[in-house]
């Protein structure tokens, strides 16, 4: 598996090790016989499947690609702006940066080691969200905008290894989480859901992927979380996850800071 499609699920199955206590060391440490069973997925069949929904790719020199390759030159722009320094933040995907990128949104700073249910929650549902990505990946086998035309990127291009530019799986990771963390705490489903949309639009701003690949991951997970929120088993993990945040901000808790917060929100509109 490409390196990308790698990390995704290599990050959802660190979600899951933790679905019932915070782990003692590290779970890659622990021996697999060791180790809690998986629990079952929330999607029935296969996940996978679900790319059929997913409009096809863009042809070279079809509107959707001369869209895309008008908003990459655009974006190149950003190149040393806050928002460029935001979207070379977003590209890290591990549970500790996804919590941190959600902070303001939440309106509270937390560690998968404090909310291991709620880590572990977003993390299957981004892991189920990821096959049908990869599946897609595999097919259309799009180039990347930086293989296409001349332009900086806010990461090195090394970092996405030979993987493919549609669907995102960046967007992917961003949309589940903030779907799911709505789901959690509706009260700010508004700037959580906002701050999930900024992800996928990092990496337009970061030149890693064209923008129809980003709208196209937003579709596809979408399409997921909505099949994945019919299942009992979801139910009962978005409950367990509603209680643990609750009970946390009950208790002495770290709230973001309130400058960074607002120069978030001032980021985190849309560029294009």
Known sequence: MRKIQSMLLLLAAAGAACSSAP?????????????????P???????????????????????RDQADRRIFRETRALEGTP???????????GNGP?????ACSLDIELTPQQAPRLTAL??????????????????YKRHRPFTVDAGPTCVPPSTVGTSY?????????????GLVLAQVDPSRATPIMARGRAIGDSRVVCGMHNASAVEGARMLTGAAVSLISASALYQSDLATARKELATLRAGAHQRPDAAQCAIENELVKPYW
């Not at 996804?98 to 959600?102: A, G, I, P, Q, R």
């Open 122 to 139: 977003v993390q299957k549902v981004t892991r189920e969200s990821a096959a049908a990505m990869a599946k897609a990946k595999d097919f």
């Open 41 to 63: 997925p929330y999607i029935s069949g296969d996940a996978a499947a679900l790319f059929v929904v997913l409009p096809p790719a863009p042809k070279d020199g079809d509107a």
């Open 83 to 93: 928002r460029w320094k935001m979207a070379a933040d977003d590209a890290e995907l």
């Open 165 to 177: 530019d549609y669907p995102s799986g960046h967007t992917t990771a961003g949309w589940a989480w």
């Open 23 to 39: 782990p003692a060391r590290d779970p890659a440490a622990t021996p697999a016989a060791a180790r809690a069973p998986a629990t």
């Open 98 to 102: 996804m919590l941190k990128h959600f």
